[in-house]
Every structure is written in structure tokens, then in C-alpha cells.
């Protein structure tokens, strides 16, 4: 029998540990081949693919960013062959079953939960005597059109899974892909728009085998390996003990991303890590949601802000590792008011990537079920999101957009780093009202519809800021301008905007620098560059503020600086040097 397990990722660079897994488990009777794509790729091309590997039996693994295009290629492939056997499993399809199997009827099998022993016991079943009712972890309609459903017995003991991360075949992609690592499965919190609360307990699978298998990875060439536990710090001994060993056994260069719950990790673990942990090794995801007390409570989410703030903030003076922080806009009773207090809240800790999700009315979670009582009207099709609800009309959802927009483009990005802090702390009242306006300003403009370089984003946020007349405008061209440079691996060719220094007192300050590189600092002149080096590979800009004053203290003191910015050839990187101009005053040609 021909079986291929298939699933279409959001990105090329994902991977499915699901079908990994049942491969793993269904062996030695079966043989499983696997089939990943990407729902970019056309439907006909999918399904010429898995038409031409000749199957006898395919199944799905099925979540909200690709429900929609299986149903197309299953329905396809049902026209070709109507003999092939279809199932599908996975948490998008594992709720609502009849309602799922009354909308595709295509689908032979719907697998409940867990799948690995529901496959491999189908599986025998399709080979054998086709007695299914006596499956569990199942969904199907019978031939006389009765609804059969048997939900999973007993939890798999997650010992007797054998490893799912070392198919030969996958071994060229291990460098080119992220690496997903389970070291545990379920979550202790009940967050009541979370599929993870719906499950009871947590099981571990055993350390030194996940250890193994890290290595396996490690040596085949991952580089980014990401854990996929709900919260992975929940066993402190596990984490610490889990952190330590990737601390020492790590192949440099890799990354390893955890998604963490910050309020219950303790000091001595964040001491630990600031100590140990090479910078770089390590990225949290840090679910927030919600600032406010009410929302947390209704969903029935238990968050203490204040030690979550400390957490992400011992981590961030730590300067090891990055951390990217999640909210959701459209918690209940969480209006516009107070979703731009949490946004503020949790801006003030400065997280390196902050993320606005839109909620998700998933299926099977209590917050679907109870929708209701909070007036949610949601999109009937994956992903759900909401479109309002009793607190939040569709209006303040457009406007909330706006400023995930710009927020990814400028903040996430971290293309203006400087810029931005000026702005959220000197120009604007608080954070979300920079990203607010500028987003509302960006749409308005109709620059979502259309492409943009990085100059564009420089010539954007100036134009927005002309137009409001910001009175600080030349200190934050000025900061734009360094922005800019040191966001360059080259020399560019034509920075944005027009006032450059005239050519002769370029080439004066050229010839002081040459002369006396140390007017730049001992390190610009350790550097020891040639005149050929400093032409080739330097911008000189002149700015109103002092940069070296500024660069030390992050504070801006008007005293107008001279800036150079050496593109290095070698590291790829870019440095900045600057002095006060009346260092250079002694220049009879510089006015
Ligand atoms: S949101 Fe996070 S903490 Fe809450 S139930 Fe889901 S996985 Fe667990």
C-alpha cells in the first residue's frame, strides 16, 4: 500500500514535525513518503505531484493558514481517483468534525488528536478487515451515511514515539529550513482563545533523547531550531537543564527560539543566562496579549504584569537575547483605549520585535464557544479572525491595522532605531499615537498599495513629519540621515535627501582627517585608513547635534558634528566616527 503524508506550510522555510512524526511511528509496517509544499504553490501542481507518486492512501495535516487550499487539491484528487483514500488530521480539523466532513465529503477520515496511533491503527484497518468503528481518535460517515465519531482514548506515551527528526531525506534541507524541536506537549494554562487550553496536563518526552536528537540536528546543518512547546520554562529544573546543555554543545552560529512565559521565570534563570549564554544563541517569543486586568481574567488568563515586566526587562539589560512579544487586539472588553494602554505598556520595555495579532475565534476554543456574549461577528473561514464585537467596532480594527503596518515596517524592522526613540519619547505623546497617525497617514496616501525601498521609507516618515509640522524636524532629518547610513553594508550611491556638504569643504575635512585621524577618536585611527580607503569606503555628513555625546548618552545637545561613516569591505559592516565641528575650525575652508 502506497501512503504519503503530505501538508502545505505557510513559507519553504517551514517544516511539518506532524507528518514526521506519524512517519516515524507507522514504521516498520508502513513506509511512509512525504509530500510538504507551501499553499503559494498552485493547486494543479500539488496535485499532479502526489497524482504522479501513485498513492493508494494520502493524508493531510491541516491548520488555519492552510485549510482552504487542501480542500482544493483534495477535491481534486477525489475527481482523478475517487478510489483514493483521503484523511485528514490535525488541529484545524480536528474540532467541528461532522460539520468539516459534511463540508468536504471528500474526506474519507478525519483523525482526532493526537496522531500518531490513529494513523498507524487506520492504516492496518485500510489493509486489513475495514472494521473502523472499532478505531479510536477517529471521524468518518459510513457507507449508510451514519456519522461515526471516537475520540482519542489515552494519551500516547510520548517515550514510544520514535524520534521524528532524522529522515535521511531530510538531511539537505536541515541548513535552508527551520529545525522545529518538541520536548514537551500540552500547556498548564486554560487562556480561553488558545487550542493548547483545551488539553489537560503536560508530558515530557525524555531529556537526554531530545538532547540526542538536538545534536543529530545540530551536526546535519540546522541552524535555527525552534522549540515548539507552548511554555517551555513551565519545569524551571528542565528549562535550566535544557539551556545549559545548548550552551555548551552549540555549533556556533546556531539559534535557538523558545516561546516563554515570562512571568513565572525566575531572576536566578534570566542571572544565569545573562552570565552564560553567548549573545545571539538564544531568542524568546513572550505571549503579553493583554495588559488589562479585566480581559486577562475573562479569558481566563493568569498574568502577573509586574514580574513579566521584570523578566523582559533583566533579559534586555542582559543584551544576549533578543526577545519579540505577541499582543492580540480584540481580547473581550478590551476597547480601543485600552488596547492603546497595552500597546504603551508593553512598548516601554522596548522588546526588539513587538507583534499586534488580530484575535482568532479558533475551533473548539472556549472563547468560540461563548462568542456570543461578547457580540463577536468573525469571518466564517479560516483564519477567523474577528471583524468586531461589543467593544471594538470594525472601524477601531482598520485603525489598529494602520499601525501594525508601520509598526512591522519601522519598529520590527529596525531600519530607524534612533529615529524612532526620538520620536516616541520627544515628539509624541506616547508610542501609540506615532504609530497611529503615521499609519493612519500611510493609508490615507495609499502607499499600502504600492511597493517600497528603503529610501522610500526614509522619504515617508519625512514627508508625514513635514506635513505636521514637528518642530524638532531638523534634529530628526539629522537622525534620519545617520539611520540611514548605518543601515548600509556599501557606500551608497545617492543618499535622500539633498543638502550634502559643498565639495570643497569635503575635500578640507578629508584632508584633516587624513592628516589627523585621530580628530575622529583613537579607534577611527587605529584603523590606519589609506586616502584611497577613505574615499572609496567613507561618507563624511555634517548634523546639528553632537554625535559623539549623542552616541554615549543617547541624549540630543545642539552642537553642530561632523559624521563619517566607514562602510567596511571586509566585516560587512558599517561604523560611525564623529567630532564637534569646531574640531575642525582651524580649517580656513570650512565655513
Ligand atoms: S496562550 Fe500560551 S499560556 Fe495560554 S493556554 Fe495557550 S499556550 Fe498556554
Known sequence: MNVIMSTLNAKY????????????????????????????????NIVTDLYRRNPDVIGFSCYI????????????????????????????????????????????????GEGEAAVKNLLFEIQGSKQYENLDGIAFVKEDGTFVMKPQREKLNLNEIPSPYRFPEDIPHLGKRIAYIETSRGCPFSCQFCLSSIEVGVRYFDRERIKDDIRYLMQHGARVIKFVDRTFNISRSYAMDMFQFLIDEHIPGTVFQFEITADIMRPEVIDFLNKQAPPGLFRFEIGVQSTNDRTNELVMRRQNFEKLTRTVTMVKDGQKI??????????????????????????????????????????????????????????NHAPYEILGNNVLPFDDIIRIKQVEDVLEKYWNAHRMDYTLEYLVTEVFETPFDLFQDFGSHWDEQGWARIGHQLEDLFKRLYQFLEEKNVPQLPVIKDLMKVDYLRNHKYKPRKPWWDERIDKQNLTSYYQAIAEQPALLGEDFAALGLS??????????????????????????????????????????????????????????SVS
Request: some cysteine.
Open 65 to 112: 493558514w492552510n485549510i482552504e487550499e487542501t480542500i482544493q487539491v483534495m477535491k481534486m484528487l477525489k475527481k482523478i481517483n475517487p478510489d483514493l483514500i483521503l484523511f485528514a488530521g490535525g488541529p484545524e480539523i480536528t474540532y467541528d468534525v461532522k460539520e468539516w466532513l459534511e463540508r468536504v465529503p471528500e474526506i474519507d477520515f478525519i483523525i482526532i
Open 13 to 44: 522555510i517551514h517544516t511539518n514535525l506532524a507528518i514526521r512524526y506519524i512517519k516515524a511511528y507507522a514504521a516498520p509496517e508502513f513506509s511512509i513518503e512525504m509530500a510538504e509544499y507551501t499553499i503559494k504553490d498552485p493547486a494543479m
Open 322 to 379: 533578543d526577545q519579540h512579544l505577541d499582543l492580540i487586539a480584540g481580547l473581550p472588553e478590551e476597547d480601543y483605549h485600552s488596547f492603546k494602554k497595552t500597546f504603551n505598556d508593553v512598548f516601554a520595555m522596548r522588546p526588539e520585535e513587538l507583534q499586534l495579532g488580530f484575535l482568532k475565534m479558533l475551533r473548539g476554543t472556549g472563547l468560540r464557544l461563548r462568542a456570543k456574549d461578547h457580540n463577536y461577528v468573525y469571518m
Open 531 to 588: 586616502d584611497k580607503d577613505l574615499h572609496k569606503h567613507t561618507i563624511i555628513e555634517s548634523i546639528s547635534f553632537d554625535f559623539t555625546h549623542f552616541i554615549q548618552h543617547g541624549e540630543i545637545v545642539e552642537n553642530a558634528s561632523v559624521v563619517l561613516v566607514y562602510f567596511n569591505p571586509k566585516t560587512l559592516q558599517c561604523e560611525l566616527y564623529g567630532a564637534r565641528k569646531d574640531a575642525f575650525s582651524h580649517l580656513p
